[in-house]
């Protein structure tokens, strides 16, 4: 039987350092050219040149807070203009934005809102990239739409950018802003161009969703701890998550939900090495990860409340009692391991120092318990792998590499999917334990 296969098409969404100067652009471009399934572009603004350089994203903040407010602003707004006639001249394109500018400028000075300041970096990098191209360009605008509180329509949003794509072959759609119902502007949280590309991939059912970014992928440790990790070649959504919980970052946190509907894969990329493969990101997956674990990740700065009862287990909604204390004075808590007659409850240190002796009150007087102890300056170590379910031995390596390091285990909780164990340590023990970790799973494991 013969399958008609309908043509591939891939959006493609390039960060902010890759599209930070003509050079970056020029790669790009031939990024773009060189798959001609690649149809949809979706560009952040203007990104860090150098370490010491400005986002435009930035500039424009500070512009708009000056101009809004009455003091000077034409400065920063010629540096902004800098940054793109740098771009457009360096590309010999022949493009004016003088119209646009005088439109910008008048806007802020009658205070048209900070998002719109913000969103104007993707725009006018958007009409760049069309013009470079030869796409059709489609403002944010007119297809990504929220509600008047700021969350985004999805299903509208999804319906017009599928209905408003079906015929235009290629085109250039800027990233992070969408309008609301009144036509003002209003952009996602920072980082938020991934999430456009995402809702952009949802709409046209892609084959593939693209993130260019500058690293080669995740990578399976923090390379502020762990010398050259390796990069993890194909990682599952709730992977992902997990490790983005526990503070990985690559990826805006609800870039993954849009295509996720869909089933559709994200490959993360580098636009300075486009050879190398990067991290694909999927639903599900019968390929093998090559080690046991997919990642490491961690956060410090967790504090524990232990608290004892004796036959505490036989008390119905003792639980439910605890956490009412903290629901009480609105902090969330991250875990909560438990014994027979102990339960700990971890929070963040930071959100529980000011209510600390309310909460040892509170819980006192729900529960009667038999003592009431904090342990603080922890840190919780997610050890995350979908390997780890077929693999008999995991928790044993990791609390053998971990007693080999010297390092004391404060609390073990393994969720129940097996996809991850969550190890506490000392705030001090957090580099070495990751490092312990790495080293039995990657440099040992073949
Ligand atoms: N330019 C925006 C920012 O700097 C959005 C993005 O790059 O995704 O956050």
């Not at 390997?387 to 044993?396: D, L, N, V, Y």
Request: charged share 25%; glycine share 8%; aromatic share 8%.
């Amino acid at each position: 039987m013969y399958v008609r296969r309908m043509a591939v098409r891939k959006v493609v969404k390039f960060g902010g350092s890759s599209l930070a100067s003509a050079r970056q652009f020029r790669k790009v471009g031939d990024i773009i050219r060189a798959d001609k399934t690649r149809r949809y572009v979706i560009p952040s603004a203007p990104g860090k040149r150098n370490n010491k350089d400005t986002k435009v994203t930035d500039l424009l903040y500070e512009c708009y807070e000056a101009a809004s407010t009455g003091a000077s602003y034409k400065k920063i707004l010629n540096q902004i203009r800098e940054r793109y006639e740098e771009i457009i001249n360096g590309l010999d394109l022949n493009l004016n934005l003088d119209h646009e500018f005088a439109n910008i400028e008048e806007n802020f000075v009658k205070g048209a809102g900070r998002d719109y300041a913000a969103s104007r970096g993707e725009y006018l990098n958007g009409i760049v990239m069309a013009e470079y191209l030869g796409f059709e360009f489609i403002d944010a605008a007119e297809v990504i739409f929220f509600d008047e509180n700021g969350n985004l329509e999805a299903d509208n949003t999804n319906k017009e950018l599928a209905e408003r794509l079906e015929h235009v072959e290629r085109a250039v759609i800027p990233g992070f802003y969408g309008s609301k119902h009144d036509g003002t502007i209003k952009t996602f949280s920072r980082g938020g161009s991934d999430v456009t590309g995402s809702i952009v991939a949802r709409a046209i059912h892609a084959d593939l969703y693209e993130n260019w970014t500058d690293v080669s992928g995740f990578l399976v440790a923090d390379p502020r701890v762990v010398e050259n990790p390796e990069i993890i070649e194909t990682i599952t959504y709730k992977e992902l998550r997990e490790l983005a919980y526990m503070g990985a970052s690559v990826l805006h946190e609800d870039a993954i939900f849009p295509v996720r509907k869909e089933g559709i894969p994200i490959n993360i990329r580098n636009t300075n090495k486009p050879d190398d493969k990067g991290t694909l990101i999927v639903e599900s997956t019968c390929r093998k990860p090559r080690y046991t674990i997919t990642g490491i990740a961690g956060k410090k700065g967790f504090c524990a409340i232990n608290i004892e009862k004796a036959m505490m287990n036989s008390e119905v909604g003792f639980g439910r009692k605890v956490l009412g204390v903290f629901e009480k004075f609105g902090i969330s808590f991250e875990h909560m391991p438990s014994g027979i007659d102990t339960m700990t409850i971890m929070v963040h240190q930071s959100e529980f120092e000011e209510y600390e002796q309310s909460v040892i009150a509170g819980i006192h007087r729900a529960v009667e318990p038999d003592g009431v102890e904090l342990e603080s300056d922890l840190a919780l170590i997610a050890v995350v792998g979908r390997g780890m379910k077929a693999t008999r031995g995991t928790a044993g390596r990791i609390f053998s590499a971990l007693a080999h390091a010297r390092i004391n285990v404060k609390m073990i909780d393994q969720g129940s999917s097996e996809l991850n164990i969550i190890i506490g340590v000392k705030n001090n023990d957090f580099d070495q334990a990751i490092r312990a970790i790495y080293d039995i799973f990657v440099e040992t494991e073949v």
